[in-house]
Protein backbone atom coordinates (compact mmCIF):
# COMPACT_ATOMS: atom_id res chain seq x y z
CA UNK A 1 0.00 0.00 0.00
CA UNK A 2 1.35 3.35 -1.23
CA UNK A 3 1.72 6.06 1.59
CA UNK A 4 2.75 9.65 1.86
CA UNK A 5 5.74 10.91 3.39
CA UNK A 6 7.19 14.27 3.80
CA UNK A 7 11.08 15.10 3.24
CA UNK A 8 12.33 18.77 3.35
CA UNK A 9 8.94 20.33 3.06
CA UNK A 10 8.00 18.07 0.04
CA UNK A 11 5.51 15.52 -0.33
CA UNK A 12 6.17 12.08 -1.90
CA UNK A 13 5.03 8.48 -2.84
CA UNK A 14 7.17 6.16 -0.64
CA UNK A 15 6.50 2.57 -2.85
CA UNK A 16 5.41 2.36 -6.10
CA UNK A 17 2.08 2.48 -7.71
CA UNK A 18 0.88 0.07 -10.52
CA UNK A 19 -0.78 1.82 -13.74
CA UNK A 20 -1.26 0.55 -17.18
CA UNK A 21 1.44 -1.05 -18.01
CA UNK A 22 4.44 -2.56 -15.88
CA UNK A 23 7.04 -0.17 -17.26
CA UNK A 24 5.17 2.51 -16.43
CA UNK A 25 5.66 2.71 -12.40
CA UNK A 26 5.44 5.54 -9.65
CA UNK A 27 8.99 4.80 -8.61
CA UNK A 28 9.96 6.28 -4.98
CA UNK A 29 10.59 9.98 -4.71
CA UNK A 30 7.97 10.38 -7.19
CA UNK A 31 6.13 13.70 -6.42
CA UNK A 32 2.72 13.78 -5.21
CA UNK A 33 1.69 16.71 -6.33
CA UNK A 34 2.26 14.48 -10.31
CA UNK A 35 -0.93 12.63 -9.09
CA UNK A 36 -3.75 14.98 -9.34
CA UNK A 37 -2.37 16.73 -13.05
CA UNK A 38 -2.45 12.60 -13.82
CA UNK A 39 -6.16 12.50 -12.44
CA UNK A 40 -7.36 15.88 -14.11
CA UNK A 41 -6.13 14.91 -17.20
CA UNK A 42 -8.48 11.10 -17.09
CA UNK A 43 -11.62 11.97 -19.69
CA UNK A 44 -15.18 12.34 -18.10
CA UNK A 45 -17.05 8.99 -17.72
CA UNK A 46 -20.43 10.67 -16.98
CA UNK A 47 -23.09 8.22 -18.52
CA UNK A 48 -24.44 11.40 -20.99
CA UNK A 49 -21.12 11.82 -22.01
CA UNK A 50 -20.56 8.00 -23.03
CA UNK A 51 -20.74 6.35 -26.79
CA UNK A 52 -22.76 3.62 -27.23
CA UNK A 53 -21.47 0.36 -29.11
CA UNK A 54 -22.89 -3.31 -30.09
CA UNK A 55 -21.19 -5.85 -31.73
CA UNK A 56 -22.99 -6.95 -34.57
CA UNK A 57 -20.26 -9.71 -35.94
CA UNK A 58 -16.74 -11.36 -35.14
CA UNK A 59 -14.64 -12.94 -37.60
CA UNK A 60 -12.13 -15.69 -35.84
CA UNK A 61 -8.77 -16.80 -37.15
CA UNK A 62 -6.01 -18.97 -35.90
CA UNK A 63 -7.09 -17.67 -32.11
CA UNK A 64 -6.37 -20.19 -29.32
CA UNK A 65 -9.39 -23.06 -30.29
CA UNK A 66 -11.09 -21.10 -32.92
CA UNK A 67 -10.20 -21.10 -37.02
CA UNK A 68 -12.00 -19.63 -39.17
CA UNK A 69 -14.91 -19.17 -36.63
CA UNK A 70 -17.94 -16.58 -37.44
CA UNK A 71 -20.04 -15.57 -34.80
CA UNK A 72 -23.36 -13.41 -35.82
CA UNK A 73 -24.87 -11.12 -33.58
CA UNK A 74 -27.71 -10.15 -35.73
CA UNK A 75 -31.08 -11.71 -35.87
CA UNK A 76 -33.80 -10.47 -38.36
CA UNK A 77 -32.00 -7.48 -38.87
CA UNK A 78 -31.99 -6.48 -35.08
CA UNK A 79 -28.62 -6.68 -33.21
CA UNK A 80 -29.32 -9.13 -30.27
CA UNK A 81 -28.86 -7.59 -26.43
CA UNK A 82 -28.21 -10.83 -25.52
CA UNK A 83 -26.31 -14.13 -26.22
CA UNK A 84 -25.10 -17.32 -24.29
CA UNK A 85 -22.29 -19.47 -25.58
CA UNK A 86 -23.02 -22.94 -24.31
CA UNK A 87 -20.62 -26.10 -24.37
CA UNK A 88 -18.48 -28.60 -22.35
CA UNK A 89 -15.05 -27.47 -20.87
CA UNK A 90 -12.39 -26.50 -23.07
CA UNK A 91 -14.62 -25.71 -26.23
CA UNK A 92 -13.71 -22.32 -26.31
CA UNK A 93 -16.99 -20.41 -24.13
CA UNK A 94 -13.96 -18.55 -21.72
CA UNK A 95 -11.88 -17.58 -24.43
CA UNK A 96 -15.16 -15.99 -26.61
CA UNK A 97 -15.35 -13.51 -23.82
CA UNK A 98 -11.50 -13.36 -23.66
CA UNK A 99 -11.45 -12.31 -27.66
CA UNK A 100 -14.04 -9.39 -27.03
CA UNK A 101 -12.46 -8.35 -23.93
CA UNK A 102 -9.48 -7.91 -26.17
CA UNK A 103 -11.66 -5.70 -28.80
CA UNK A 104 -12.07 -3.38 -26.13
CA UNK A 105 -8.46 -3.11 -24.50
CA UNK A 106 -5.82 0.10 -25.18
CA UNK A 107 -2.44 -1.48 -26.55
CA UNK A 108 -1.03 1.91 -27.27
CA UNK A 109 1.18 1.48 -23.92
CA UNK A 110 2.56 -1.37 -25.87
CA UNK A 111 5.82 -2.05 -27.75
CA UNK A 112 5.67 -4.78 -30.25
CA UNK A 113 7.73 -6.86 -27.95
CA UNK A 114 6.20 -6.83 -25.23
CA UNK A 115 2.71 -7.09 -27.17
CA UNK A 116 3.95 -10.21 -29.53
CA UNK A 117 5.24 -11.53 -25.69
CA UNK A 118 1.02 -11.07 -24.21
CA UNK A 119 -1.23 -11.89 -27.51
CA UNK A 120 1.53 -14.33 -29.50
CA UNK A 121 0.64 -16.55 -27.19
CA UNK A 122 -3.03 -16.66 -28.62
CA UNK A 123 -2.22 -17.60 -31.19
CA UNK A 124 -3.39 -21.31 -32.43
CA UNK A 125 -1.18 -23.65 -32.51
CA UNK A 126 -1.96 -27.75 -32.98
CA UNK A 127 1.15 -29.11 -30.75
CA UNK A 128 2.08 -28.65 -27.56
CA UNK A 129 4.97 -26.56 -27.07
CA UNK A 130 4.21 -24.45 -30.49
CA UNK A 131 5.41 -21.25 -29.26
CA UNK A 132 5.32 -19.67 -33.01
CA UNK A 133 2.89 -17.18 -32.59
CA UNK A 134 5.50 -15.19 -30.35
CA UNK A 135 8.77 -16.15 -31.90
CA UNK A 136 7.75 -16.75 -35.68
CA UNK A 137 5.40 -15.28 -37.87
CA UNK A 138 2.64 -17.41 -37.43
CA UNK A 139 -0.26 -14.22 -36.43
CA UNK A 140 -4.24 -14.80 -35.46
CA UNK A 141 -6.83 -12.12 -36.81
CA UNK A 142 -9.87 -10.72 -34.72
CA UNK A 143 -12.10 -8.42 -36.94
CA UNK A 144 -15.20 -7.64 -35.33
CA UNK A 145 -18.09 -5.24 -36.89
CA UNK A 146 -19.39 -3.07 -34.26
CA UNK A 147 -22.44 -0.61 -34.13
CA UNK A 148 -21.72 2.73 -32.42
CA UNK A 149 -23.23 6.30 -32.05
CA UNK A 150 -21.55 7.53 -34.97
CA UNK A 151 -22.19 4.53 -37.59
CA UNK A 152 -20.77 1.57 -37.83
CA UNK A 153 -17.01 0.78 -38.30
CA UNK A 154 -15.04 -2.61 -38.43
CA UNK A 155 -11.78 -3.01 -35.25
CA UNK A 156 -9.04 -5.66 -36.53
CA UNK A 157 -6.81 -7.10 -33.83
CA UNK A 158 -3.68 -9.10 -34.27
CA UNK A 159 -0.91 -10.29 -32.29
CA UNK A 160 1.02 -6.85 -33.15
CA UNK A 161 -2.49 -5.08 -32.08
CA UNK A 162 -5.07 -3.44 -33.64
CA UNK A 163 -4.33 -3.13 -37.38
CA UNK A 164 -7.67 -1.48 -38.00
CA UNK A 165 -8.74 0.35 -34.86
CA UNK A 166 -11.65 1.89 -32.33
CA UNK A 167 -12.69 5.79 -34.15
CA UNK A 168 -10.99 8.18 -32.29
CA UNK A 169 -13.87 9.32 -30.58
CA UNK A 170 -14.29 5.73 -28.93
CA UNK A 171 -10.99 4.46 -29.15
CA UNK A 172 -9.58 6.10 -25.47
CA UNK A 173 -13.18 4.97 -23.92
CA UNK A 174 -13.37 1.60 -25.38
CA UNK A 175 -12.28 0.09 -21.94
CA UNK A 176 -15.12 1.44 -20.36
CA UNK A 177 -17.64 0.63 -22.76
CA UNK A 178 -16.52 -3.25 -22.10
CA UNK A 179 -17.43 -4.62 -18.56
CA UNK A 180 -16.73 -8.35 -17.53
CA UNK A 181 -17.89 -9.58 -14.39
CA UNK A 182 -17.57 -12.65 -12.48
CA UNK A 183 -19.72 -14.30 -9.90
CA UNK A 184 -16.67 -15.63 -8.21
CA UNK A 185 -15.38 -12.89 -6.33
CA UNK A 186 -15.58 -12.26 -2.73
CA UNK A 187 -17.26 -9.55 -1.07
CA UNK A 188 -15.96 -8.13 2.21
CA UNK A 189 -18.10 -5.21 2.53
CA UNK A 190 -21.56 -4.01 0.83
CA UNK A 191 -21.75 -0.96 -0.09
CA UNK A 192 -24.26 0.30 -3.76
CA UNK A 193 -25.27 3.45 -4.75
CA UNK A 194 -28.62 4.01 -3.31
CA UNK A 195 -30.19 5.09 -6.41
CA UNK A 196 -29.61 1.57 -7.74
CA UNK A 197 -31.26 -0.39 -4.99
CA UNK A 198 -34.29 -0.69 -6.95
CA UNK A 199 -32.23 -2.69 -9.49
CA UNK A 200 -30.51 -4.38 -7.32
CA UNK A 201 -33.29 -5.56 -5.27
CA UNK A 202 -35.09 -6.87 -8.84
CA UNK A 203 -31.27 -9.28 -9.44
CA UNK A 204 -30.79 -10.43 -6.31
CA UNK A 205 -34.36 -11.53 -5.20
CA UNK A 206 -34.62 -12.99 -9.03
CA UNK A 207 -31.60 -15.10 -8.31
CA UNK A 208 -32.21 -16.61 -4.74
CA UNK A 209 -35.92 -16.10 -4.56
CA UNK A 210 -36.22 -14.31 -1.31
CA UNK A 211 -37.57 -10.88 -0.64
CA UNK A 212 -34.60 -8.50 0.51
CA UNK A 213 -35.27 -4.82 2.66
CA UNK A 214 -32.95 -2.35 3.20
CA UNK A 215 -31.02 -1.82 6.50
CA UNK A 216 -31.31 1.15 8.69
CA UNK A 217 -27.83 1.58 9.67
CA UNK A 218 -25.73 4.33 12.18
CA UNK A 219 -25.26 6.31 9.05
CA UNK A 220 -28.63 6.33 8.42
CA UNK A 221 -29.44 9.02 11.56
CA UNK A 222 -29.99 12.48 11.02
CA UNK A 223 -29.40 14.39 7.81
CA UNK A 224 -26.11 12.37 6.70
CA UNK A 225 -24.72 12.84 2.62
CA UNK A 226 -23.57 9.04 3.16
CA UNK A 227 -26.54 7.75 3.99
CA UNK A 228 -28.81 9.35 1.25
CA UNK A 229 -26.45 8.46 -1.13
CA UNK A 230 -25.29 4.79 -0.01
CA UNK A 231 -26.83 1.22 0.88
CA UNK A 232 -24.80 -0.38 3.30
CA UNK A 233 -26.28 -3.34 4.04
CA UNK A 234 -29.99 -5.68 4.07
CA UNK A 235 -32.09 -7.98 5.39
CA UNK A 236 -32.98 -11.46 3.51
CA UNK A 237 -36.35 -12.62 4.48
CA UNK A 238 -35.90 -16.88 4.23
CA UNK A 239 -39.14 -19.15 4.84
CA UNK A 240 -38.00 -19.50 8.10
CA UNK A 241 -36.27 -16.46 9.37
CA UNK A 242 -34.89 -13.42 8.48
CA UNK A 243 -30.86 -12.64 7.96
CA UNK A 244 -28.72 -9.87 7.72
CA UNK A 245 -26.67 -9.78 4.17
CA UNK A 246 -23.37 -10.82 6.05
CA UNK A 247 -25.02 -14.40 7.30
CA UNK A 248 -25.64 -15.12 3.69
CA UNK A 249 -24.25 -17.98 2.13
CA UNK A 250 -20.52 -17.70 0.19
CA UNK A 251 -22.26 -18.29 -3.31
CA UNK A 252 -24.97 -15.20 -2.21
CA UNK A 253 -22.26 -13.07 -1.23
CA UNK A 254 -19.97 -13.28 -4.21
CA UNK A 255 -23.78 -12.75 -6.29
CA UNK A 256 -24.11 -9.25 -4.29
CA UNK A 257 -20.39 -8.51 -4.51
CA UNK A 258 -20.92 -9.09 -8.42
CA UNK A 259 -24.39 -6.86 -8.74
CA UNK A 260 -22.96 -4.21 -6.55
CA UNK A 261 -19.69 -3.81 -8.45
CA UNK A 262 -21.48 -3.25 -11.87
CA UNK A 263 -24.12 -1.44 -10.70
CA UNK A 264 -22.23 1.37 -8.75
CA UNK A 265 -20.49 1.96 -11.92
CA UNK A 266 -20.94 5.83 -12.88
CA UNK A 267 -22.50 4.11 -15.72
CA UNK A 268 -24.33 1.32 -17.70
CA UNK A 269 -21.40 -0.59 -19.94
CA UNK A 270 -22.47 -1.06 -23.48
CA UNK A 271 -21.62 -4.54 -23.51
CA UNK A 272 -21.93 -6.61 -20.57
CA UNK A 273 -19.55 -9.92 -20.27
CA UNK A 274 -20.27 -12.65 -17.92
CA UNK A 275 -19.03 -16.14 -17.69
CA UNK A 276 -20.61 -19.17 -15.64
CA UNK A 277 -23.61 -16.81 -15.54
CA UNK A 278 -25.08 -19.61 -13.17
CA UNK A 279 -22.50 -19.94 -10.68
CA UNK A 280 -23.92 -19.79 -7.37
CA UNK A 281 -27.56 -19.77 -8.76
CA UNK A 282 -30.00 -22.10 -7.62
CA UNK A 283 -31.17 -24.50 -11.42
CA UNK A 284 -34.31 -23.34 -11.45
CA UNK A 285 -33.55 -19.55 -10.56
CA UNK A 286 -30.98 -19.63 -13.71
CA UNK A 287 -34.30 -18.82 -16.76
CA UNK A 288 -35.56 -15.57 -13.89
CA UNK A 289 -32.13 -14.35 -13.87
CA UNK A 290 -31.75 -14.24 -17.55
CA UNK A 291 -34.96 -12.26 -17.55
CA UNK A 292 -34.46 -10.50 -14.73
CA UNK A 293 -30.71 -8.59 -16.13
CA UNK A 294 -32.29 -8.77 -19.72
CA UNK A 295 -34.70 -6.00 -17.90
CA UNK A 296 -32.63 -4.62 -15.80
CA UNK A 297 -30.18 -3.69 -18.23
CA UNK A 298 -32.06 -3.67 -21.38
CA UNK A 299 -29.87 -1.03 -23.86
CA UNK A 300 -26.88 -3.58 -23.08
CA UNK A 301 -25.28 -6.35 -24.90
CA UNK A 302 -25.37 -8.36 -22.21
CA UNK A 303 -22.63 -11.25 -23.22
CA UNK A 304 -22.82 -14.96 -20.95
CA UNK A 305 -21.42 -18.35 -20.79
CA UNK A 306 -22.94 -21.32 -19.45
CA UNK A 307 -23.25 -24.99 -18.70
CA UNK A 308 -26.79 -24.53 -17.40
CA UNK A 309 -28.97 -27.21 -18.89
CA UNK A 310 -32.13 -25.12 -18.17
CA UNK A 311 -30.72 -22.16 -19.84
CA UNK A 312 -29.06 -24.19 -22.71
CA UNK A 313 -32.47 -26.34 -23.74
CA UNK A 314 -35.41 -24.31 -22.20
CA UNK A 315 -34.40 -20.55 -23.43
CA UNK A 316 -37.12 -19.34 -25.49
CA UNK A 317 -35.16 -17.55 -27.93
CA UNK A 318 -32.69 -20.13 -29.57
CA UNK A 319 -31.45 -17.80 -32.24
CA UNK A 320 -29.73 -16.34 -28.42
CA UNK A 321 -27.76 -19.14 -28.19
CA UNK A 322 -24.90 -20.37 -29.60
CA UNK A 323 -23.30 -23.69 -29.22
CA UNK A 324 -19.52 -24.19 -29.33
CA UNK A 325 -19.82 -27.62 -30.42
CA UNK A 326 -20.90 -26.92 -33.89
CA UNK A 327 -16.85 -25.80 -33.90
CA UNK A 328 -16.04 -29.67 -33.62
CA UNK A 329 -18.43 -31.83 -34.86
CA UNK A 330 -19.08 -33.30 -38.25
CA UNK A 331 -20.68 -31.24 -41.05
CA UNK A 332 -24.01 -32.57 -40.79
CA UNK A 333 -24.13 -31.35 -37.36
CA UNK A 334 -23.30 -27.80 -38.52
CA UNK A 335 -25.58 -27.92 -41.41
CA UNK A 336 -28.86 -29.64 -38.99
CA UNK A 337 -28.05 -27.77 -35.64
CA UNK A 338 -31.62 -29.19 -34.60
CA UNK A 339 -29.93 -33.08 -34.22
CA UNK A 340 -27.30 -31.93 -31.40
CA UNK A 341 -30.44 -30.77 -29.10
CA UNK A 342 -31.90 -33.75 -30.24
CA UNK A 343 -28.71 -35.78 -29.11
CA UNK A 344 -28.87 -34.41 -25.77
CA UNK A 345 -32.90 -34.97 -25.07
CA UNK A 346 -32.03 -38.70 -25.90
CA UNK A 347 -28.58 -38.60 -24.00
CA UNK A 348 -30.60 -37.48 -21.18
CA UNK A 349 -33.07 -39.99 -21.22
CA UNK A 350 -30.41 -43.02 -21.54
CA UNK A 351 -28.74 -41.66 -18.41
CA UNK A 352 -32.36 -41.85 -16.74
CA UNK A 353 -32.65 -45.30 -17.86
CA UNK A 354 -29.72 -46.21 -16.63
CA UNK A 355 -30.62 -46.09 -13.12
CA UNK A 356 -34.36 -48.33 -13.64
CA UNK A 357 -33.76 -51.94 -14.37
CA UNK A 358 -35.47 -53.62 -16.75
CA UNK A 359 -34.94 -51.18 -19.37
CA UNK A 360 -32.14 -52.76 -21.80
CA UNK A 361 -34.17 -52.74 -24.78
CA UNK A 362 -35.40 -49.55 -24.46
CA UNK A 363 -31.53 -48.15 -24.22
CA UNK A 364 -30.54 -49.91 -27.11
CA UNK A 365 -33.51 -47.78 -28.87
CA UNK A 366 -31.85 -44.83 -27.67
CA UNK A 367 -28.99 -45.74 -28.88
CA UNK A 368 -29.98 -46.59 -32.12
CA UNK A 369 -31.83 -42.72 -32.16
CA UNK A 370 -28.19 -41.54 -31.68
CA UNK A 371 -26.35 -43.35 -34.17
CA UNK A 372 -29.08 -42.18 -36.91
CA UNK A 373 -28.52 -38.50 -36.21
CA UNK A 374 -24.64 -38.91 -37.31
CA UNK A 375 -26.06 -40.48 -40.77
CA UNK A 376 -28.28 -39.02 -44.02
CA UNK A 377 -32.09 -39.76 -42.49
CA UNK A 378 -34.52 -40.19 -45.40
CA UNK A 379 -38.12 -39.56 -43.74
CA UNK A 380 -37.53 -37.31 -41.02
CA UNK A 381 -41.52 -37.22 -40.05
CA UNK A 382 -40.93 -40.89 -39.40
CA UNK A 383 -37.62 -40.28 -37.32
CA UNK A 384 -39.43 -37.86 -35.40
CA UNK A 385 -42.40 -39.78 -34.30
CA UNK A 386 -39.56 -42.64 -33.27
CA UNK A 387 -38.15 -39.93 -30.79
CA UNK A 388 -41.67 -38.87 -29.55
CA UNK A 389 -42.04 -42.47 -29.05
CA UNK A 390 -39.06 -43.42 -27.41
CA UNK A 391 -39.21 -39.99 -25.13
CA UNK A 392 -42.95 -40.93 -23.72
CA UNK A 393 -41.57 -44.81 -23.00
CA UNK A 394 -38.80 -43.25 -20.51
CA UNK A 395 -41.11 -40.36 -18.95
CA UNK A 396 -43.35 -43.70 -18.30
CA UNK A 397 -40.95 -46.07 -17.06
CA UNK A 398 -39.19 -43.05 -15.03
CA UNK A 399 -42.94 -42.07 -13.66
CA UNK A 400 -43.41 -45.79 -12.87
CA UNK A 401 -40.33 -46.08 -10.90
CA UNK A 402 -41.28 -43.32 -8.51
CA UNK A 403 -44.83 -43.89 -7.76
Known amino acids: MDKVVVRDNDFYIESGSKFDCAEDQVTNSTLVNQVPKVVGEMPNFKEVDMPFVKIKSIYINNYKIFHDYFIDFVHEDKISNFACFIGPNGCGKSTTLEIIQSLFSNYDQYD ?98 FEIEEEETEFAVGNSRISKEFVFGFWVKKPNETIHHTECSDGERKIMKSFSSLLNLDYIPSVILIDNVEMHVESGRHLPLIKSMKRCFSESQIITTTHSYHISRNFSEKNQVYDLRLLNCSEIFRREPWRLQVFDEIKDSLIKLETLKGTEDLQKDGRDLIRMLSLPIPDISEYRVDVKQFMFEVVSCFVEDLI
Open 112 to 209: KTRLKSILGKCVRHTEGGDKSGIYGESDFCIRAVISSTYGDYEAVLTKEGFKVDHPEKIKHLAMRLCYYTRFDQELRKFQLDKSKWVVFKELYEAVTG
